[in-house]
């Protein structure tokens, strides 16, 4: 895998940070308003947990689970909703 090819790779280590940098960058662009109606913890937890739910490694695990590309799509929205969906009893 890459992470596993990182370890040997200085040049691969730096491209895979950029692209996680570049990811964070898109999602809080993206998910701003919903980011800005939480609390900066909450905004903090909420954008890691869609930094990993629309990650590459999340989609290569559905690939691997031998799930179609539409059931991938379906799955990874799924997830994503399920971040940014309301706290459990209402908090926002």
Avoid: H, N, Y
Avoid at 21 to 30: I, K, Y
Avoid at 31 to 59: C, H, K, M, N
Avoid at 71 to 86: D, G, H, I, K, Q
């Amino acid at each position: 895998s890459a992470e596993q090819l990182k370890l040997s790779s200085p040049t691969l280590a730096a491209e895979l940070t950029r692209a996680g940098e570049w990811l964070r960058g898109q999602l809080q662009a993206t998910f701003g308003p919903e980011l800005e109606r939480r609390g900066r913890a909450d905004a903090r937890l909420i954008l890691d947990a869609l930094q990993v739910v629309t990650s590459w490694e999340t989609w290569d695990q559905l690939v691997r689970l031998d799930r179609t590309t539409s059931m991938c799509r379906r799955t990874m929205e799924a997830l994503t909703r399920a971040v940014l969906s309301p706290p459990m009893g209402g908090r926002r």
